[in-house]
């Protein structure tokens, strides 16, 4: 069974502080995704990382993929109070795209 | 552009009764796949739809049904509803172009069964 660990489980920081959570597993994925959810609202996608080692940015946000493809990270500088939320990353389950496995999720507060 | 929509937003329900919970897709995506996320956790894939049938079904009881239908909407119906079943429930859309299906989620039903 392909499960994703996050951690930490929350976390909580002050406005302009770094911080890094990780999603690790004991199993290959072909690709896994990063997605944030705020209170009341669905997931959105944020980036998906497909190559072993690879390394992508978002303004702030930095994704890394495991070079073994097990394991990815999530760093973002300078924190701000609108990068408050649950980040939450996920990998195919098998067969096609549409069943992903998700992690517990790590819920941020960057507070001012 | 329309996102994901998805009706109605909240709904209580006693156990033992029967729910209908609505999905159109964004404009443009054919399939859809629906979620349970329980509260503190992350989704959980419930079933997808593609082409008006159930491709793939995550580990979930047959209480739990769905249909599709030809403008790519879907329902999810859950029967006979436990106190386990309160969670939100979120459907995504995408399209299926045979490599990588980006799904787009909707807001969610959150579902409170009492």
């Known amino acids: 069974t392909q499960l994703l660990e996050q951690s930490p489980q929350f976390l909580s920081i002050q406005e302009g502080e770094n911080l890094t959570v990780y999603c690790n597993s004991s199993?290959?994925?072909?690709?896994l995704q990063w997605y944030r959810q705020e209170p009341g609202e669905g997931p959105v996608l944020l980036v998906t990382?497909?190559?072993?080692?690879e390394v992508k940015k978002l303004k702030r946000l930095t994704f890394q993929f495991g070079d073994a493809r097990k394991d990815s990270s999530l760093h973002i500088t300078a924190a701000q109070p609108g990068d408050t939320g649950l980040y939450l990353c996920?990998?195919?389950?098998?067969?096609?795209?549409?069943?992903?496995?998700f992690g517990k999720g790590t819920k941020l507060s960057v507070k001012p | 552009d329309a996102g994901v929509t998805q009706s109605p937003t909240h709904l209580i329900k006693t156990r033992g009764q029967q729910v209908t919970l609505r999905c159109s897709p964004k404009?443009?995506?054919?399939?859809v796949s629906w979620y349970q996320q329980a509260l503190g956790q992350g989704p959980q894939f419930i079933f997808q739809?593609?082409?008006?049938?159930?491709?793939q079904r995550g580990n979930f009881p047959d209480r739990f049904s769905g249909h599709q239908f030809p403008n790519y909407s879907s329902e999810l119906n859950v029967n006979a509803l436990l106190l386990g079943d309160s969670a939100l429930y979120l459907c995504?859309?995408?399209?299926?172009?045979?490599?990588?299906?980006?799904?787009?989620f909707g807001p969610g039903t959150r579902l409170l069964v009492l």
């Open positions: 995504a859309s995408s399209w299926r172009d045979g490599y990588q299906e980006t799904q787009y």
């Open positions: 199993s290959v994925f072909s690709s």
């Open positions: 990382v497909v190559t072993g080692g």
């Open positions: 996920a990998g195919p389950g098998g067969g096609s795209q549409g069943n992903l496995i």
């Open positions: 404009s443009g995506h054919d399939t």
């Open positions: 739809y593609y082409e008006e049938e159930e491709r």
